[in-house]
């Protein structure tokens, strides 16, 4: 079983320019989370995918999208980046049954904004 | 909105001593607290959980505590050792998988040896 791994680990941008960030979920896991989490702050939620359908949001704006793909990886883009989405980004998978509340998080994909 | 407030946001403890960080929530509809244990360069990782129908639980030195009427949930770490050291996160969810999980700020925990 392998665990949830995220690409790329550092990635510096300029304002106004678009990134993707991935992730590829835990085996067997059908849902997938994405967080943001600002130097010492705690993890905020941004938006959740289930197979495939995103299934909820946090309050962020439209230009935070994402992806899930059949095989349970996932994307969130960005788009015209502001000096304020300098963060570290986290994907969480899970198995969303009556049994398990269980997120797995990955390692993050730190961005900077320029 | 909902949130959840925690404190201390830093802790420092001689190794050995109990460390007991406090956490409050506002949606009364959250029915699952997570505690997350996250280390430099890592995601959260948790290390325990709780439930609304269940007041207590304990795994080894870790034991959470939940006041659902207060709204209060609490985390205890006993016999403190120096790899402790990290920031711990609450946070409180009300469906499933993760679904829009509110998290606290954190605390970061400093075990001297």
């Known amino acids: 079983e392998t665990g949830v791994t995220q690409s790329p680990t550092h990635l510096i941008k300029t304002r106004g320019q678009q990134v993707t960030l991935r992730c590829s979920s835990q085996s067997g896991h059908n849902t997938v989370s994405w967080y943001q989490q600002a130097l010492g702050q705690g993890p905020q939620f941004i938006f959740q995918?289930?197979?495939?359908?995103?299934?909820g949001r946090g309050n962020f704006p439209p230009r935070f999208s994402g992806l899930q793909f059949p095989n349970y990886s996932s994307e969130l883009n960005v788009n015209a980046l502001e000096l304020d989405d300098s963060a570290l980004y986290l994907c969480?998978?899970?198995?969303?049954?009556?049994?398990?509340?269980?997120?797995?998080f990955g390692p993050g994909t730190r961005l900077t904004v320029l | 909105g909902e949130n959840v407030e925690q404190h201390p946001s830093t802790l420092s403890v001689q190794e050995g001593d109990s460390a007991v960080i406090k956490c409050t929530y506002s949606d009364s509809a959250s029915n699952y607290f997570p505690w997350y244990k996250q280390e430099l360069g890592k995601g959260p990782q948790l290390i325990i959980d709780?439930?609304?129908?269940?007041g207590e639980k304990k795994d080894q030195r870790i034991a959470v505590t939940l006041n659902k009427t207060a709204k209060h949930f609490s985390l205890h770490i006993t016999e403190t050792q120096p790899e402790d050291s990290a920031v711990y996160f609450c946070a409180a969810s009300k469906s499933t998988g993760g679904f829009k999980t509110i998290f606290g700020a954190g605390t970061r925990l400093f075990v001297k040896a």
């Open positions: 995918y289930y197979r495939e359908e995103e299934n």
């Open positions: 709780i439930r609304s129908n269940v």
């Open positions: 969480a998978s899970s198995w969303v049954d009556r049994a398990s509340n269980e997120q797995f």
